[in-house]
């Protein structure tokens, strides 16, 4: 009986200890929530001031945009004539330039999540001769700039006859190194071999287990991947400076500092820069809103038991 009562009296000290230690964590567990809030605000804060303050100056004249306060709204609300200047100006040329935005970074991001992906599940999955090498050249590839490679792309595209048109912006486009870095830590960590291995039995050939197996648990890095990619490639201004020459073929970036150029000589190319910026922010404000929900988790995570 003493014997009894003694474990029981330990078991009863542990208990009370472990619900002490549990009272006490959120005193410290709160302040580090504040301390990450905070940061967190500060964070938002910095990225959301020059955004707030393109949505105020688009609504501005040329004159209030000078004369009034930045972050405030000016004597006349000039938004929708601006809009309707940027988008008519020139026989419409900034809806020209938009398409071609959401031609390079739509189409260039999708193909390139999805051989991104193909190639993660290829090196996380697949035991073959030199796959560490291909690995850490691809690693490589994450460390090089991509001002670095525009020269000789450049070159090179132009001895292919490729140079000033839409090939020449698009196809580098498909190659995301640090996509494919992703993809393959990603489907090494979450695709378990055992559902591979299922699906081999059932008499799956190999694309399609990659097509509805990898695919959906690789969704989480793939919507990673391509918001990087359509990010990227809709804020790239050096490679299509580099090789195009034709104005019908500029992205908006290319397109709007074509227009901020001209601001010396043309005070109104200030309304129709600040109006094509704020439209220009429109899809990828977009693309976050509609992507985020992807990034709480995986479609099959706790499949393997």
């Known amino acids: 009986m003493s014997e009894t009562r003694s474990i029981t009296t330990a078991t009863s000290s ?3 200890q472990r619900l002490s230690d549990q009272q006490g964590r959120p005193g410290g567990s709160r302040g580090m929530r504040v301390l990450v809030t905070g940061i967190l605000v500060v964070v938002a804060v910095y990225f959301l001031v020059p955004v707030y303050w393109v949505v105020i100056a688009a609504t501005k004249s040329t004159e209030d945009l000078f004369g009034s306060n930045g972050f405030l709204l000016g004597s006349e609300f000039s938004l929708w004539s601006n809009l309707h200047e940027v988008l008519t100006y020139d026989g419409g040329i900034f ?20 051989l991104a992906a193909a190639g ?5 999955k697949y035991r073959f001769c030199g796959r560490n090498l291909v690995f850490g050249t691809i690693l490589g590839g994450v460390l090089v700039p991509g001002t670095a490679t525009a020269l000789p792309l450049f070159l090179l595209f132009s001895q292919l006859g490729l140079a000033n048109t839409y090939w020449s912006v698009l196809l580098p486009s498909l190659v995301s190194p640090f996509g494919l870095f ?14 591979i291995e299922a699906a081999r ?12 197996v990898g695919l959906k648990i690789l969704t989480p890095a793939l919507v990673t ?5 359509l990010v990227g490639i809709w804020n790239n201004y050096f490679l299509p400076l580099v090789m195009l020459s034709d104005s019908t073929l500029y992205p908006i970036t290319l ?24 439209l220009s922010i429109i899809p990828l404000a977009i693309a976050m809103i509609v992507l985020q929900r992807f990034w709480r988790g995986g479609l099959t995570e706790g499949s393997v038991k």
């Open 14 to 16: 542990k208990r009370a």
């Open 95 to 114: 809806v020209r330039w938009f398409g071609n935005s959401v031609l390079y970074a739509g189409v260039g991001a999708l193909i390139a999540t999805y």
């Open 120 to 124: 993660g599940y290829a090196l996380a």
């Open 182 to 195: 992703l993809c393959r830590i990603y489907a090494d960590a979450t695709i378990d071999d055992s559902l």
């Open 201 to 212: 039995i059932d008499g799956a050939s190999e694309l399609r287990i990659f097509h509805t």
């Open 225 to 229: 991947v391509f918001l990087f990619q």
């Open 255 to 278: 397109g709007l500092n074509n227009w901020r150029s001209q601001v010396d000589r043309l005070p109104e190319f200030y309304e129709l820069t600040t109006g094509g910026a704020l």
